[in-house]
């Protein structure tokens, strides 16, 4: 089973509100990541947690505050976004976050910034 | 240069004909690469990993590694109408990051 699961799967949310995506794998995964999407581009990365500890931060504003309370769950909270934030949100997650590994990807949320 | 290049595509074949999908990359210590597709408003399914030298076959699939050449490329047998997707090409060089092509759209006319 190589499941991600996300929530909500569209989310549409004005520059003054405060939401939060959530993503979680029963895998077993020990690395998590958040990366974000726009139309006709390639993912770009966001963060990774590795054993649970924020391991790398794409230089990502501060209104994305990433959390990981456990192993299993992964949470991207959302406060005082542009409508440039508009994109698919994705999660995934990988055994490691080094040695050869395979990524994973939840089926993402699609996040409207109005 | 870019760290991974695809055909720009659109791509377009016959049902039933191979497809053929090319990927360079620039970092010559690149461990890790894959292919994922991706259909539209959907998010990139991995579909094929390869780590060495070689051929890996899956199905209708086959990843091809040439690490001299620094170039992948995914190939698909009697492409199907539902292999219509934009495939992306990823590799990892080191640590946690995938560096993603900016993808190839593919169609498949019946």
């Known amino acids: 089973d190589t499941e991600v699961t996300q929530t909500p799967k569209h989310l549409v949310m004005g520059m003054t509100n405060k939401k939060s995506l959530k993503c979680e794998q029963h895998m077993g995964h020990r690395a998590m990541y958040w990366y974000k999407q726009k139309a006709k581009k390639p993912p770009e990365l966001m963060f990774v947690y590795s054993y649970e500890k924020l391991s790398i931060n794409e230089s990502v504003p501060s209104r994305f505050s990433p959390e990981c309370p456990n192993s299993s769950l992964l949470n991207l909270h959302l406060h005082a976004l542009q409508p440039e934030d508009s994109a698919l949100y994705l999660c995934?997650?990988?055994?490691?976050?080094?040695?050869?590994?395979?990524?994973?990807f939840g089926p993402g949320t699609r996040l409207t910034v109005t | 240069q870019k760290e991974v290049e695809q055909n720009s595509g659109p791509l377009s074949v016959p049902e039933g004909a191979i497809a053929s999908l090319n990927c360079t990359y620039s970092?010559?210590?690149?461990?890790?690469f894959f292919w994922y597709r991706q259909y539209s408003g959907k998010s990139p399914e991995l579909i094929m990993s390869?780590?060495?030298?070689g051929d890996k076959e899956d199905g209708r699939f086959t990843a091809q590694l040439n690490k001299a050449s620094q170039y992948v490329s995914l190939l698909i047998r009697d492409s199907q109408p539902s292999d219509s997707a934009t495939y992306l090409c990823?590799?990892?060089?080191?640590?946690?990051?995938?560096?993603f092509g900016e993808g190839t759209q593919l169609t498949v006319n019946p």
């Open positions: 390869i780590y060495s030298n």
């Open positions: 995934a997650s990988s055994i490691t976050g080094t040695g050869s590994f395979e990524q994973y």
């Open positions: 970092d010559r210590g690149s461990q890790s």
């Open positions: 990823a590799v990892r060089a080191s640590g946690s990051r995938l560096t």
